[in-house]
């Protein structure tokens, strides 16, 4: 399994970027697919995540400026970034979580993509 992201880069204030992450391996239509973030000196923290369903979730940070959906056709996932703010700058992470029988859980991460908001 393994997920690549991209469309990372520097923006300024204002501006907005999307990022893709291409999952590949398998098929990730039944499982949950989501952006977590970590700023420098900072734990990772959940950006957006959208269920095999499609039902959305949203940091409270980034509601109403973010929109992730996805592509089950692609496997592919992405976040759409409009009005960013410098404290959005951030190393980017796509997790893809599949359930397994019994509670158990198969957790998958992107090697990251950096987001830098700045003038």
């Known amino acids: 399994v393994q997920l690549v992201e991209s469309g990372g880069g520097l923006v300024q204030p204002g501006g907005s970027l999307r990022l893709s992450c291409a999952a590949s391996g398998r098929s990730f239509s039944s499982a949950d697919m989501g952006w977590y973030r970590q700023a420098p000196g900072k734990q990772r923290d959940m950006v957006a995540t959208?269920?095999?369903?499609?039902?959305?979730n949203y940091a409270d940070s980034v509601q109403a400026r973010f929109t992730i959906s996805r592509d089950n056709a692609k496997n592919t996932v992405y976040l759409q970034m409009n009005s960013l703010k410098p404290e959005d700058t951030a190393v980017y992470y796509c997790?893809?979580?599949?359930?397994?029988?019994?509670?158990?859980?198969?957790?998958?991460w992107g090697q990251g993509t950096q987001v830098t908001v700045s003038s």
């Open positions: 959208i269920t095999s369903f499609g039902r959305t």
């Open positions: 997790h893809v979580q599949i359930r397994l029988p019994f509670g158990y859980v198969d957790d998958y």
